[in-house]
T-cell receptor
Framework: AQSVAQPEDQVNVAEGNPLTVKCTYS??????LFWYVQYPNRGLQFLLK??????LVKGSYGFEAEFNKSQTSFHLKKPSALVSDSALYFC??????????????FGRGTSLIVHP | DVKVTQSSRYLVKRTGEKVFLECVQD?????MFWYRQDPGLGLRLIYF???????EKGDIPEGYSVSREKKERFSLILESASTNQTSMYLC????????????FGPGTRLTVT
């Protein structure tokens, strides 16, 4: 079975400061990991993914995430937050070795609030 | 760019009505999904379609059905709408060959009164 946890319902950060949104996962094999962002009253937009290779993945809007297999984590980071980064962030995991399941599991989401 | 469109952004229906939510994607994706999103519960999968005329129940299929007669279109049907189906409904599509990221529509906020 696959699962994903976003331990923080809300993250507050001042504009210009670095931000981290946490995600941990559980799979039986090697995971496919994803981050999505949702702005108010909009659908989800894909930010970045880890499939294989370099543990540091760079994505849209200056975001990056680091895959850490020993800690089963895939935290989303940005060196300098913008007020416009305020949104809901979702982590998702899929276990490609899970016997044909093509369906990812989403976390419950973390609300990021960047204060001016 | 992949584009996923949903027939309505906002919809208000009465209890007991039959409701159709339409989703269309323009990238020839095989896989399509319907989710509902509720505060504190994240995204919950209602139905998934591998390809035309193929469907699989998700985590919360009760009270819903789907139709996939054409590759680009995936419809969600609420047979008899109830107030507990008031929610945001999100459609997504994905390429079968990569099975990587999903592309989401803008969502339909459905209110059942």
């Amino acid at each position: 079975a696959q699962s994903v946890a976003q331990p923080e319902d809300q993250v507050n950060v001042a504009e210009g400061n670095p931000l981290t949104v946490k995600c941990t996962y559980s799979v039986s094999g090697n995971p496919y990991l994803f981050w999505y962002v949702q702005y108010p009253n909009r659908g989800l937009q894909f930010l970045l993914k880890y499939i294989t290779g370099d543990n540091l993945v760079k994505g849209s809007y200056g975001f990056e995430a680091e895959f850490n297999k020993s800690q089963t984590s895939f935290h989303l980071k940005k060196p300098s937050a913008l007020v416009s980064d305020s949104a809901l962030y979702f982590c998702a995991v899929r276990d490609p070795s899970s016997g044909g399941s093509y369906i990812p599991t989403f976390g419950r989401g973390t609300s990021l609030i960047v204060h001016p | 760019d992949v584009k996923v469109t949903q027939s309505s952004r906002y919809l208000v229906k009465r209890t007991g009505e039959k409701v159709f939510l339409e989703c269309v994607q323009d990238m020839d994706h095989e896989n399509m999904f319907w989710y509902r999103q509720d505060p504190g519960l994240g995204l919950r999968l209602i139905y998934f379609s591998y390809d035309v005329k193929m469907k699989e129940k998700g985590d919360i299929p009760e009270g819903y059905s789907v139709s996939r007669e054409k590759k680009e279109r995936f419809s969600l049907i609420l047979e008899s709408a109830s107030t507990n189906q008031t929610s945001m409904y999100l459609c997504a599509s994905r390429s079968y060959s990569t099975s990587y990221e999903q592309y989401f529509g803008p969502g339909t906020r459905l209110t059942v009164t």
